[in-house]
């Protein structure tokens, strides 16, 4: 592709979330295609009074708003993203894009989805048809899933990894990995290859530029592939093929900080994104360099209500899944209770319906654990599939088994709420401490976070399990009832949220 061509693909894109922000009203989720590759309007269609609305509430809320937990301005945000499963893998036969796929991008783009990104199963990990973990299962039926995906005016980030390997690969070099440093679950026979190695530096970089060059999509999404240095063993012997020449300190890992500067600085000077995954609920410890533009967490998390406290501070921007073969939640909308009030927004799964046939391919070599996690997720989510296909949501080895119908319009609901709290250039005060925007101390168990541009939204959230009330000094308005007036006294049910624009 012309790097010319490439480089405006990805400025066009680079303009959805404000597109989004700027298309979506209170009575639709779609952006207005007019707006996809214009400039922020906050760069370019304020007007003076716009600009003066601006400044006028965000020395509002500097006034208002004496101590908080975090303090951002929002820019080059994307909150509106989804996993999409492209099909099974291991798999009989390699998926292939056809109408369905053409049907379900549209439901996404009604959706107000601006990102996408597909998991492993994109690539042919296992060698199954003649592919590797770095190269498409189905090369052409993945380039055209990519047009496809542009067409509609999203990005797309593919699945790659810094640090897991197959053990088992042709290529692998023993050399590369330390001595013990993997695990072998559900058909992922990995090794953790070793981020000061040069040999493996020397395969991954160029082939994770050739994806980009390649099939010309928005960025990577990043699973990391690597064990803190809080949490390796004591005495871990070093990798044959290793150079020891950074400080690693328990809360400094520096040769995986290098690797994921250099591939940050790869994908950026392409125009894409950068989403990382560094297990659980981590961050990864870089001593403050920027590695990613989102960091996806959540696995293997087994409560809800820990997720939030241990992310609630990580680096913007953060997007939430929560693992739903470890935790559950109560209802649709804890997930946003979670979130919301700290500038994040969950991930939706969405694409073909996760069926679990992935763990019954002939041939392949499966964990030979019997209570494999994986393999049991599958085997129940094939047994869900085969007995209702027409009414099965799951999408995911992260998402329920069975899935909800009403999960995919719950998420679109408060999408519609959430968009016009982070639309560019807006300020957010995140937990706020103390303030003159209510009458009377925050109640227990109660976060308040506030968003300003030329309107000012406060989101409360009752994290506790008893109903309370507040009182907020200027009259406000629910976002979620276009037909409510101002008021100031605010009733919160238990594990509740709401979302209210100011009105004065």
Known sequence: MDRR??????????????????????????????????????????????????????????????????????????????????????????????????????????????????????????????????????????????????????????????????????????????????????????????????????????????????????????????????????????????????????????????????????????????KLHADYANQPQTGGAKVYDYLWVGENVANADGLREAVKNHSPYVVPCIDLSFAKVENDDEPFLHAIPYMQFPLLQAGRPFTGERAMIPGVAYAPNPQDLWMRRCREAWKHYQANPKAFYTYGGWDAVPGRAETRPTHARWLRQYLPLVEEGTWAWLEIGQSSLFVGPIPQGVVASAFANRQMYLVLANYGRSPVELETADPYVPVADAAAGPRKRWALSARSLVILRRSA
């Open 5 to 274: 061509d490439f480089l405006k693909t990805g400025a066009q894109a680079a303009v959805w979330s404000s597109a989004v922000s700027a298309g979506v009203s209170a009575g639709s989720t779609q952006a207005d295609p007019k707006e996809v590759g214009r400039t922020p309007a906050i760069l370019k269609s304020y007007t003076a009074a716009d600009h003066r609305r601006r400044l006028e509430t965000i020395a509002y809320c500097h006034r208002a708003i004496r101590t908080c937990l975090r303090k951002h301005l929002v820019t080059d945000y994307l909150p509106a993203q989804c996993a999409y499963n492209l099909g099974e893998y291991p798999c009989r036969k390699p998926w292939d894009p056809d109408q369905y796929d053409e049907q379900e991008l549209d439901r996404l783009r009604e959706h107000g989805i601006q990102l996408l990104q597909v998991f492993d199963e994109w690539n042919d990990s296992l060698r199954l048809f003649g592919r590797h973990k770095l190269t498409a299962l189905n090369p052409e039926g993945f380039r055209r899933f990519v047009q496809m995906v542009h067409q509609r005016g999203m990005k797309l980030l593919v699945y790659a990894s810094s640090g897991y390997f197959i053990r088992t690969d042709p290529d692998f070099r023993e050399e590369w990995s330390r001595p013990g440093d993997g695990f072998f679950g559900g058909y992922w026979n990995m090794v953790r290859c070793s981020p000061a190695s040069p040999g493996w530096r020397a395969y991954l970089l160029p082939r994770v530029v050739q994806i980009l060059d390649e099939y010309e999509v928005d960025g990577i999404y990043n699973d990391w592939g690597y064990v803190p240095n809080a949490s390796k063993p004591p005495q871990q012997a070093l990798a044959k093929d290793e150079v020891p020449a950074f400080d690693e300190t328990p809360t400094y890992d520096g040769a995986v900080t290098d690797l994921l500067m250099l591939l940050y600085a790869e994908v950026k000077r392409r125009g894409g994104i950068v």
